[in-house]
């Protein structure tokens, strides 16, 4: 057996949506916050994150996370979120993933009923609570960082499609919120294929034109992300197809999306604060939202949601790098 590399790896799925937790082989990443690692990552190592996340390793929806120390003395450990579309600020799914590897592989401390979990990310410290019992993690409820409205009753002209009308509010990540049925689209997994095309020209379409920027982090920037609303979505149980760059659905119910969902309902005043909400993946996986209270980012209204939802352990690896791999990085098709 030869390896250049040798990366461990617990792997888990959130409500359907993967999460392979990188344990060990990649060492500490240069930065003195995440923020930074991330720029350090995303500059010289994204190597790594398509060999561990693009074929023959992983797949078009492949979603992973790099374990740290922390860089700040509150959190227990540090995470970067890596997926084919890149390295993201934040991950809602990942962080349940992630919190469910750490509890049940004893790599916190885990107490019964409820165990928490400090999470240093790029996009600030997120709390996940993670209900305990006989040692398994039943439920992860995450507090996020403040999700907020970027703006309301927007319109974009898109290439094939004309002019579409969308929300973009942040929940970690950007998310462009539009009723399918604005786009002629039915809520069908039969018609996956126009809908993750229309998905992805949205996306491209409003970068050109208007692309949204962090009003404190200048680094978080973009919409990848576009949160198809199904017929009769309400403040209460909302469904939805998330298409997502550079071409796929999320199978959970998107834990930054449903933070950013919420900010929308709650500045359109449909949602207020203590209130639960049931978000509905495309495969019918679900997260329940709450926002616990109302804040500002950068002088902007904002709320602080939680997401509540399960993950499961599916396997441990290690992942090796041939010297005569053909496929260094990995590949898309």
Same mark, same amino acid.
């Given at each position: 057996m030869r390896t250049r590399n040798v990366f461990h790896a617990v792997d888990s799925?959130?409500?359907?949506?993967?999460?392979?937790?990188?344990?060990?082989g990649i060492g500490v990443i240069p930065g003195t916050t995440m923020a930074e690692r991330r720029q350090h990552f995303v500059a010289h190592l994204d190597h790594l994150r398509t060999l561990l996340m693009y074929e023959p390793r992983g797949h078009s929806a492949m979603s992973g996370a790099i374990l740290q120390p922390p860089t700040r003395p509150d959190a227990d450990y540090g995470v970067l979120f890596i997926e084919v579309s890149g390295c993201l600020p934040m991950c809602g799914?990942?962080?349940?993933g992630v919190a469910t590897v750490l509890v049940e592989?004893?790599?916190?401390?885990?107490?019964?009923?409820?165990?928490?979990?400090?999470?240093?990310?790029?996009?600030?410290?997120?709390?996940?609570?993670?209900?305990v019992s006989d040692g398994v993690a039943r439920r992860v409820t995450l507090q996020n960082v403040p999700a907020y409205v970027h703006a309301l009753d927007q319109t974009?002209?898109?290439?094939?499609? +004309?002019?579409?009308?969308?929300?973009?509010?942040?929940?970690?990540?950007?998310? =462009? $919120?539009?009723?399918?049925?604005?786009?002629?689209?039915?809520?069908?997994?039969?018609?996956?294929? %126009? $809908?993750?095309?229309?998905?992805? =020209?949205?996306? %491209?379409? $409003?970068?050109?034109?208007?692309?949204?920027?962090?009003?404190?982090?200048?680094?978080?920037?973009?919409?990848?992300?576009?949160?198809?609303?199904?017929?009769?979505?309400?403040?209460k149980h909302s469904r939805h197809a998330m298409a997502i760059h550079p071409g796929w659905f999320d199978r959970s119910p998107c834990g930054t999306g449903t933070s950013a969902r919420m900010a929308q309902l709650h500045a359109r005043g449909a949602l207020g604060v203590d209130q639960d909400f049931v978000n509905e993946s495309f495969i019918g996986t679900s997260f329940v939202g709450r926002l616990i209270g109302e804040t500002t980012v950068? +002088?902007?209204? =904002?709320?602080v949601p939680t997401v509540s939802g399960r993950a499961?352990?599916?396997?441990? %690896?290690?992942?090796?790098?041939?010297?005569?791999?053909?496929?260094?990085?990995?590949?898309l098709l």
């Open positions: 799925h959130t409500e359907g949506m993967p999460t392979r937790v990188i344990t060990g799914h990942g962080t349940m592989t004893g790599m916190v401390t885990v107490t019964e009923p409820v165990t928490q979990v400090r999470l240093d990310t790029p996009a600030g410290l997120v709390v996940a609570d993670v209900e974009v002209a898109v290439r094939g499609v +004309g002019d579409v009308g969308y929300d973009l509010a942040y929940g970690g990540n950007f998310y =462009a $919120i539009v009723p399918i049925e604005s786009v002629g689209l039915p809520f069908d997994r039969t018609e996956k294929q %126009a $809908i993750l095309d229309t998905g992805l =020209a949205i996306m %491209a379409a $409003i970068n050109d034109t208007a692309p949204p920027r962090h009003v404190e982090d200048p680094g978080i920037h973009g919409c990848h992300h576009v949160y198809f609303t199904a017929p009769g979505s309400d403040a950068g +002088g902007r209204p =904002a709320v499961w352990l599916t396997g441990t %690896a290690q992942y090796f790098l041939d010297p005569e791999d053909p496929f260094p990085q990995g590949f």
